[in-house]
């Protein structure tokens, strides 16, 4: 079981959760892949002021996966 938040990272020192939820998917890739489309959710829900992504934890609250926009950026 997987934890997914969906963050705002902005010039804070650390990424503000605008929203949590339970993942019961066993497998990282699964879970990415609901993390992505809830993602896609919360930018059309929040157009204002968008999650730039997200970060997934699994049950011990360590985070296993991360995305974000800026991260994205700098890796091109």
């Known amino acids: 079981m997987f934890t997914i938040e ?3 990272i902005g010039v804070r020192e650390h990424p503000e959760v605008i929203e949590r ?3 019961p998917r066993h497998f990282l890739y699964d879970a990415e892949h609901r993390a ?7 930018r059309r829900r929040f157009p204002r002021n968008p999650p730039d992504g997200y970060r997934i934890l699994d049950q011990d609250g360590v985070v296993v ?3 974000s926009r800026a991260n994205a950026a700098r890796s091109r």
């Open 36 to 42: 992505k489309t809830l993602l896609a959710e919360a």
């Open 21 to 23: 939820t339970t993942s």
């Open 6 to 8: 969906l963050v705002i």
């Open 65 to 67: 996966a991360r995305f």
